[in-house]
């Protein structure tokens, strides 16, 4: 299986930029499709973005599109969420997660998940 790590999350002002990173141990990286998901309080885990082994896929949540970028380095086994013009509403807990097939958005679909990053937008 395959441990992951998040960080990068801290307090941003609105309009700023944060760059997220998942760290993945044990298993090969490039074996995985990834994603990263985002949970508010008293709100469900959702979908931001999905990336597949290679790079050459991304998908996007309609609400981060243009704002959010998922990238990978294999070499490194490292995921990365860059954030852009960051809005109070992107506040929440950010997730990585790993799949052996790629799954998208379908939180259901992923067999492995980091511990979050929190990640807090101010106004």
């Known amino acids: 299986q395959v441990q992951l790590v998040e960080s990068g999350g801290g307090l941003v002002q609105a309009g700023g930029s944060l760059r997220l990173s998942c760290a993945a141990s044990?298993?090969?990286?490039?074996?995985?499709?990834m994603g990263w998901f985002r949970q508010a309080p008293g709100k469900e885990r959702e979908f931001v973005a999905a990336?597949?082994?290679?790079?050459?896929?991304?998908e996007y949540a309609d609400s981060v599109k243009g704002r959010f970028t998922i990238s990978r380095d294999n070499a490194k086994n490292t995921l990365y969420l860059q954030m852009n013009s960051l809005k109070v509403e992107d506040t929440a807990v950010y997730y990585c997660?790993?799949?052996?097939?790629?799954?998208?958005?379908?939180?259901?679909?992923?067999?492995?998940w980091g511990q979050g990053t929190q990640v807090t937008v101010s106004s």
């Open positions: 997660a790993a799949s052996h097939f790629y799954a998208g958005d379908l939180l259901s679909r992923y067999d492995y």
């Open positions: 990336i597949n082994w290679i790079g050459s896929t991304m």
């Open positions: 044990g298993r090969p990286f490039s074996n995985y499709a």
